[in-house]
């Protein structure tokens, strides 16, 4: 069994109400008129996507969240920590190489 873990709020289309302008005596019937309104939130965070994780996971994110966190906030920090511990492995891997063999970049002629 899959949840679906929203990263944001879910969008609603957009509603439109129709209107018709009254007939006065002397003038035809006007076609009806189309009104659009849009919510500007709607329009900015419109990259909200559906993820797909199992009961235990989506447990395990339920418990791993502070309160009022959002899910989102939380998925941004773990990538954020992911990204720094990369960092932290490759600086660790280059700093262990040995330095023969290289050249620096004053040396290098075109």
Do not use: C
Request: zero cysteines; hydrophobic letters at 30%.
């Amino acid at each position: 069994m899959f949840r679906h873990l929203t990263t944001g709020p879910v969008l609603h289309r957009p509603q439109v109400r129709p209107t018709t302008i009254s007939p006065t005596p002397n003038t035809r019937r006007k076609p009806a008129k189309n009104i659009h309104t849009y919510n500007v939130y709607n329009l900015i965070m419109s990259a909200v996507k559906r993820i797909p994780v199992t009961e235990p996971v989506w447990k395990d994110l339920a418990e791993m969240r502070a309160a009022g966190q959002t899910y989102t906030d939380l998925l941004a920090e773990m990538i954020e920590d992911r990204k720094r511990r990369r960092l932290e492995e490759d600086v660790r891997t280059w700093s262990g190489r040995k330095k023969e063999g290289y050249v620096s970049l004053s040396e290098i002629k075109d």
